[in-house]
């Protein structure tokens, strides 16, 4: 019975992994995808833009 109570938590971590790695996948794309790259490529241009320092 030790050999269950082993398995059991990694068991569960595998899982879990896996659901968070399915919906990741899933959401992937879809109607916001042009939102969020939209997004991102203004989050981009903005820190191109900006004037960079020399320290």
């Known amino acids: 019975m030790d050999y269950v109570s ?5 068991a569960v971590m ?3 992994f896996i659901a968070v790695i399915r919906v990741i996948v899933k959401t ?3 109607a ?3 939102k969020e790259d ?5 989050a981009l241009a ?3 833009a900006t ?3 020399e320290a």
Not at 6 to 10: G, K, S
């Open 6 to 10: 082993a398995l059991l938590p990694p």
């Open 46 to 48: 903005r820190a191109e």
């Open 28 to 30: 992937q794309g879809g």
């Open 14 to 16: 595998a899982v879990l």
């Open 51 to 53: 004037p960079k320092t």
């Open 32 to 34: 916001n995808k042009t």
């Open 38 to 42: 939209a997004a991102v490529d203004a």
